[in-house]
């Protein structure tokens, strides 16, 4: 067990996730700062191998978020000043498979750390993580997205979201909860995981280079427009909302430029080492009903932190494929 000689302790749920692996790694940056994490299971090996090279400088805490007993045990062992709530159902084409348990998960898992808070008289900062998915359908001339805009969603993934969030607000009104609501755009990099768009682009091409499979990547809607963002420049902007944005107002964290999902296609094709690949749409990658375009407005966000992305995305783009060399 680690020695509690450290003045901060932080708890991220959802450590072994892609952004939580990250952010993990950011928080173990700063100075007088202790790590805690929760994990569904100590034996999850995939999930595991994001935060392996950093296993033995943080606590890992195994808990479902939906059963408040083991909430209660986690909050009683770390205490924390600082909440990152990751922990979250949050890809969008399983909430269309599984709604009932995209929406029990995220909602649940929530009210229940904050329902604890309150029962161990804590008081930490909880930034929870949003979604531009939130926003949904969006119209020509509301771009870029400002935090005013209403809510459309599109998704059971997107409606869980809203109801995470405005959980958080009511919990800050009512309770006086020091929640953090941000709207993070999309974020990638190296560790997202396969199911994710760039990512499954990424691991195709790797798979193809080493003749793993036939020169063919399969694709859905290239259509689609997005705000993209490197997975780096945003846990920057997780502490950063952590310790400079009021508490119970919301926060788009994004960067400003929005690209087709056919230009980041391209993109990593141009990067192989293999020419002529093939792209075929498949039907199983559609979706009931898409967000057209997340196109964001972070000027408030900025203003109140200064924070400014800093990595480039062609570089995000080269470091995902490198990273699915590696592991192919």
Known sequence: MIKNNKNMRVLITGITGFVGSHLAEYCLQKPDVQVFGTVLSHHLGDELQRIEHIKDKIELLECDLTNRVAVTRVLERSKPDKIFHLAAQSFVPISWKS???????????????????????LDPVIVIAGSSEEYGLVFENELPIKETNPFRPLSPYAVSKIAQETLAYQYHKSYGLKTVLTRFFNTEGPRRGQDFVTS???????????GKREPVIYVGNLEAKRDFNDVRDMVRAYWLASEKCNFGEPYNVCSGKTRSIKSILDLLLSFSKVKNIEVKQDPARMRPSDVPILYGDSSKFRAETGWQPKIPFEQTMSDLLQYWRERT
């Open 99 to 121: 709604p009932e348990d995209t929406l029990f998960n995220n909602i649940i898992s929530e009210l229940n750390i904050f329902e604890v808070i309150r029962e161990l008289k």
């Open 200 to 210: 499954n682009f990424a691991k195709q091409i790797a798979e193809i280079e080493k």
